[in-house]
């Protein structure tokens, strides 16, 4: 189940949406963990191989260290993902394409296992963003887990993002905002355009997907004597 997809996207000439999908350990569909992404690309480049220099540097965003990055992302998410060759994808769409016509560019990648034990899977750290002017129509988001236990930190009693995973997060966004071959934007299907990222925040504070929540597999029924 994809659970960061908007609506059907409007036709955009140089315009690209992306889907990473991790794949849960149970490999099955309702249990993908998925972020959409959107870029744009200027002639003379061509969409195949901007899509593929998209797809590249979201590969990068999770798995390698950019600018004073400390750990890479993936190195905070949790158990939950499958490790298998290849399990991973990032889908590429060409929004030139009318919407029914669309076929995705598929780049498969590893995901690298992790021995730390994890948050619930519906656990997740905010990364929001904007484009110039800054409004609603003109913000997007993505919400990145499922997490394991080196996210968070205590503070004050609660359970927080930690600090350094903020500040990774803000690492990993500007290095794929200065990534080459495409321009990292905000697709508003309401104004049919996608504006460049200049801009994004990370609150202290986790957020949840409901949908990316576990299904309970067992019950406790109590009942009065």
């Known amino acids: 189940m994809f659970d960061d997809v908007p609506m059907a996207d409007p036709v955009i000439a140089n315009g690209i949406r992306a889907h990473v999908i991790l794949p849960g350990v149970s490999d099955l569909p309702e ?15 061509t969409y195949a191989a901007a899509a593929d220099d998209f797809a590249a540097a979201l590969v990068v965003f999770f798995t390698a260290l950019s600018g004073t990055q400390v750990t890479a992302l993936w190195d905070y998410m949790g158990p939950h993902i499958s490790t298998a060759t290849d399990a991973c994808e990032v889908r590429t769409y060409d929004l030139e394409d009318p ?7 598929i780049v498969p990648f590893t995901w690298s296992d992790t021995d730390q034990d994890p948050l619930p899977a519906e656990v997740a750290v905010v ?48 290095g794929l905002v ?31 997907q409901r949908r990316r929540g576990l299904d309970a597999t067992t019950r406790n029924v109590w009942s009065v004597p």
């Open 99 to 105: 919407p029914e016509g669309r076929e995705p560019t």
């Open 31 to 45: 249990d993908r963990f998925v972020t959409t992404w959107a870029a744009t690309y200027t002639d003379p480049t």
């Open 178 to 208: 200065g990534a080459s071959g495409f321009t990292w934007g905000v697709l508003s299907p309401t104004l049919a355009a996608i504006t460049p990222v200049a801009g994004g925040f990370i609150d202290n504070a986790f957020d949840t």
């Open 127 to 174: 990364n929001s963003f904007h484009g110039t002017p800054r409004s609603r129509r003109n913000t997007g988001r993505v919400y990145i887990g499922p997490l394991n236990q080196i996210a968070g930190e205590e503070s004050g009693g609660d359970l927080r993002p930690a600090d350094v995973l903020r500040s990774d997060l803000v690492q990993a966004s500007l």
